[in-house]
Nanobody, 123 residues
Framework: QVQLVESGGGLVQPGGSLRLSCVVS????????MGWFRQAPGLEREFVAA????????RYRDSVKGRFTISRDNGKNTVYLQMNSLKPEDTAVYYC????????????????RGQGTQVTVST
C-alpha cells in the first residue's frame, strides 16, 4: 500500500510563499509520476502540477505557471511544491498524488492520493 503524507500548508498573506512537501512510503517511488491537486470549498478538485518519474518533465495549470514549481527528490521519496506570489484564489486543500503518467494527471487521473494540507491566502 502506497501512503502519501503532505505537510507545509498554513496561512499566508497575498504575495507570500509556501513550500509543500509530500513524503511517499513505497520502495518504488522513482517509478511514479507525482502530482499536486487542490480543492476549494464548493468546487471540484483540480490539477495543479505534475512531474515525471525522473523529474525530466513537468506540467502546470495555466493559472500557476511562473508562480509554482514542482520538484522531487527520489533519494528522499519526497515531492515538493514551491508556491510564490500566492493569491487568495489559491486558497484550497492541496493533495499530493502518485500515478503512472504526467499526462494522466493533467486529466485528473492518479492511483494514490494523500489526505491533504490546507493552504489559506488571506490578509
Amino acid at each position: 500500500q502506497v501512503q502519501l503524507v503532505e505537510s507545509g500548508g498554513g496561512l499566508v498573506q497575498p504575495g507570500g510563499s509556501l513550500r509543500l512537501s509530500c513524503v511517499v512510503s513505497t520502495r518504488t517511488f522513482a517509478n511514479y509520476a507525482m502530482g499536486w491537486f487542490r480543492q476549494a470549498p464548493g468546487l471540484e478538485r483540480e490539477f495543479v502540477a505534475a512531474i515525471s518519474f525522473n523529474g525530466g518533465s513537468t506540467r502546470y495549470r495555466d493559472s500557476v505557471k511562473g508562480r509554482f514549481t514542482i520538484s522531487r527528490d527520489n533519494g528522499k521519496n519526497t515531492v515538493y511544491l514551491q508556491m510564490n506570489s500566492l493569491k487568495p484564489e489559491d486558497t484550497a486543500v492541496y493533495y499530493c498524488a502518485a500515478g503512472a503518467w504526467v499526462s494522466d494527471m493533467t486529466r485528473g487521473s492518479y492511483d494514490y492520493r494523500g489526505q491533504g494540507t490546507q493552504v489559506t491566502v488571506s490578509t
